[in-house]
């Protein structure tokens, strides 16, 4: 699959896997500030962004995307920066193309699964609400983005989530409006999103050694526990795990200028 991205900078190459929901947009600040060392690819994963859609929403395949991106760009190698669903993608491509990866950073993620879909983690829940809520809406029934935000407001409380989801609500030509992501292909697979990625069978009882791991973690966060840092430790037993204080799961968000210094930090020990 081609997909969308932005390209900015110059210098060694690094790649940005937004989250669930998210974008390549959700990204241009920290990118600016990499881009004066490193040449930066602003990627939209399937079904998201200006990426195509389609029906198969999985880490296998959004990792055969990202290593047809790179064939595509003539990429060698590249430094995987990861944030959520973006990190399990990260993870399963550092174990299917180890020899592409230069480093790899995972934020607030981890590679075993958060409960079956049916169990009803805080995790589950929370996507569970924010899935079905983008589908209850009619865009027919609306005129303004205003309207949209007050319908979603009746299940989503948060005005941040919200707001972030917003990004994702575009015009069509007829001027009706319309999700940019793939809500139905995504609502279908989220128990694989929510659920454990396939590294030991990739793996089959190795583990990544190959190059720097660094884990970001937001210390309000839950989605980094003991049982997910044990699990890192089994795939990737070298791995740096970081806690940025007072951030949520998006850390790069709450906490920019740390999450930035913290990046940034691990990135030039490469350089030197």
Do not use: C
Not at 148 to 155: C, G, Q, V
Request: net charge neutral; charged share 20%.
């Amino acid at each position: 699959m081609q997909l969308y991205f932005q390209k900015i900078g110059e210098g060694p190459v690094l790649i940005i896997l937004h989250g669930l929901y998210g974008l390549s947009d959700n990204w241009i600040s920290i990118a600016r500030k990499l881009s004066t060392d490193h040449t930066v690819y602003l990627v939209d994963q399937r079904n998201h962004g200006r990426s195509p859609h389609h029906p198969v929403h999985s880490y296998d395949a959004m990792s055969q995307d990202l290593n047809e991106l790179m064939v595509a760009e003539k990429i060698e190698k590249a430094i995987i920066l990861g944030h959520s669903m973006g990190g399990k993608t990260a993870m399963v491509f550092s174990a299917l193309f180890p020899a592409k990866v230069d480093k790899l950073i995972v934020v607030d993620i981890g590679p075993g699964g958060y409960a079956n879909i049916d169990q009803y983690s805080p995790q589950v829940l929370a996507h569970l609400n924010i899935v079905n809520s983008m589908l209850s809406i009619d865009f027919e029934s609306f005129t303004s983005r205003v309207q949209i935000d007050n319908e979603l407001a009746k299940t989503i409380k948060d005005q941040t989530i919200r707001q972030f989801l917003m990004k994702n609500v575009h015009r069509n030509q007829d001027n009706s409006y319309a999700w940019k992501l793939n809500i139905d292909a995504i609502s279908k697979a989220m128990p694989v999103i929510m659920g454990s990625i396939s590294m030991e069978k990739i793996l089959k009882g190795a583990s990544i050694t190959e190059f720097p791991v660094l884990f970001i973690k937001g210390e309000k966060s839950d989605y980094i526990n003991k049982e997910q840092e044990a699990l890192i430790g089994i795939f990737f037993p070298n791995a740096i795990i970081e806690t940025i204080r007072d951030a949520g799961h998006w850390v790069h968000s709450e906490q920019p200028e740390p999450f930035f210094n913290l990046v940034n930090s691990f990135l030039k020990k490469k350089l030197k």
